[in-house]
């Protein structure tokens, strides 16, 4: 009997050893190839980790673009000017933006002009914080502690997660399996590399701008945005906070802020009343407007269904013509693009 219990405890010493290596080489995998297993939201943050961290030159850039998705999408930097290139990302919110441009200027001279545009619902809630921003690498541990720091005097947690914050980024930071689930089941058995080697270069060429699809939207396919869903508007203390130290850091940089909002389908607009806009607007303003020479844009473009290629994002077409009127409205300001 006592042999047979040394002999299974052996054995299971044996197991957990051999499923301890493994998870340890797996982990350093994932680790070590992002590329083969995130979805085409990783080459875009892998393109932009390049250019803020000096290892892509950017310093012709003379206008930057910052902001969500919608902005990521529907402006063209090759239509704004030859001098222009896009920072915008998917899912990027104040927080995103923050450290974006803080890192940028540690390694580029600063831009003269940012234009800069975030969807209300991201003035609202950070969606993408733990999935794509701390999944993909880009906050170090200051920065993580710094953004705790600042929620928890806000009171408000746009990324949620409050009471298991440290545990998350630390579960996220040393690869524990089950978070990362979802992509590895996805990727097809690690095959993604050359999708995204694609997209990357597809950021590398047009400087940034990646189109979310070219699909025409119609009366009958169109969908409802965040906003139309969630038609109140009620802004995080903490992206407000991040909003406030990206103008203070611009204003420190004599850097310029264009701030406008990206185009709404007609649908979407439909089902919104004038006062959200108005308190989104009130507050953005103020911000931007705290500095002599910003811009602020108010008005809130409408364009039909046919420019869009799903509920909130430019299609082709789009993006083409918002870029043109948003070149015009640089013109006029006279801060032309070159």
Known sequence: ME????????????????????????????EIFPMNYFQQAYPIWS??????????PADDARILIFGDSRAMA??????????????ALGGATPIETY????????????????????APQHLQKSFTFWDRTVKFG??????????YKTAKLNKDFPMEKETSFWVEYYLIKFRFLPLY??????????????????????????????PFGNLQMDDETIAKSYEAENPRFSASKTLVNYTVRIANLCKENNITIVYFT????????????ESYFKEYNTLMGQIVMAAPGNSFMGKIPVYENRHFTDSSHLNGAGAVKFSNELKGILARQGLDPV
């Open 3 to 30: 042999k047979d219990t040394k002999r299974f405890l052996l054995k299971g010493a044996e197991f957990a050893s051999i499923f301890i290596l493994a998870s340890i080489l797996f982990s350093l995998y994932l």
């Open 47 to 56: 393109y932009q980790f390049d250019i803020i961290d000096g290892n892509i």
């Open 74 to 87: 529907g402006i063209i930097p090759e239509i704004i000017g030859n001098d222009t290139r896009s920072l």
């Open 99 to 118: 450290f974006i441009l803080q890192r940028y200027l540690q390694t580029h001279s600063a831009p003269a002009i940012i234009l800069l545009s975030f």
């Open 138 to 147: 880009f906050f170090d541990k200051n920065s993580i502690a710094e953004i």
């Open 181 to 210: 689930a979802p992509e590895l089941r996805e990727s097809i058995f690690f095959l993604e590399h050359n999708a995204n080697k694609a997209k990357y270069d597809e950021m590398m060429h047009f400087r940034g701008h990646t």
């Open 262 to 273: 990206m185009p709404f389908s007609e649908f979407s607009f439909s089902f919104l009343n």
